[in-house]
T-cell receptor, first 116, second 111 residues
Framework: GAGVSQSPSNKVTEKGKDVELRCDPI?????LYWYRQSLGQGLEFLIY????????KSGLPSDRFSAERTGGSVSTLTIQRTQQEDSAVYLC??????????????FGSGTRLTVV | TQLLEQSPQFLSIQEGENLTVYCNSS?????LQWYRQEPGEGPVLLVT?????EVKKLKRLTFQFGDARKDSSLHITAAQPGDTGLYLC???????????FGKGTLLTVNP
């Protein structure tokens, strides 16, 4: 597609429920990233996928968080047993190549997750 | 972890005024990028600076990369309401793919 597409745009869930957030990157972009943005905080790196390499999961805050990228394209971020501190905007970004200094990252509009 | 400090955190000015926001680190970056994020949207790349001392201009926006490649500034001339947004800087360092983002400067330009 022309841009990075994320769904849903907004999600309200009850504490303890599982949620799935979807990211559809730009076609042909080999690298895909998930970030989390909380009010007053910067963008917090969560996970990175590059081609067929093993993902870098070093930013995932707990084992309740997991992500997959199927067929080198669409990615799903899953949060199990959601907690109120998981409330944030989850941003997905893709880039042509790892560390693209020329074109940077293209971000989606994000999923605003609210855990009540 | 390479940290980026942005200042000021908040800035509210009147249309037509000039402003400068800063991005500082104790680490050296091979390059720095500036993004602007509007409410409800993801960040959008404005510019990449690569060479120490480099100055890039985009219309009313002037970006400078410090000589030591540890800091950068963004100067806006004659600010307009359309410049309102969160300005984020990020650097390419040792781990090229895990971009380190500052917390940003939230700019409000009042008509």
């Amino acid at each position: 597609g022309a841009g990075v597409s994320q769904s849903p745009s907004n999600k309200v869930t009850e504490k303890g429920k599982d949620v799935e957030l979807r990211c559809d990157p730009i076609s042909g972009h080999t690298a895909l990233y998930w970030y989390r943005q909380s009010l007053g905080q910067g963008l917090e790196f969560l996970i990175y996928f590059q081609g067929n390499s093993a993902p870098d999961k070093s930013g995932l805050p707990s084992d309740r968080f997991s992500a997959e990228r199927t067929g080198g394209s669409v990615s799903t971020l899953t949060i199990q047993r959601t907690q109120q501190e998981d409330s944030a905007v989850y941003l997905c970004a893709s880039s042509r190549i790892q560390g693209d200094r020329d074109y940077g990252y293209t971000f989606g509009s994000g999923t605003r997750l609210t855990v009540v | 972890t390479q940290l980026l400090e942005q200042s000021p955190q908040f800035l509210s000015i009147q249309e037509g005024e000039n402003l400068t926001v800063y991005c500082n680190s104790s680490s050296v970056f091979s390059s720095l990028q500036w993004y602007r994020q509007e409410p409800g949207e993801g960040p959008v790349l404005l510019v990449t600076v690569v060479t120490g001392g480099e100055v890039k201009k985009l219309k009313r926006l002037t970006f400078q990369f410090g000589d030591a490649r540890k800091d950068s500034s963004l100067h806006i001339t004659a600010a307009q309401p359309g410049d309102t947004g969160l300005y984020l800087c990020t650097g390419f360092g040792g781990s090229n793919y895990k971009l380190t983002f500052g917390k940003g400067t939230l700019l409000t330009v009042n008509p």
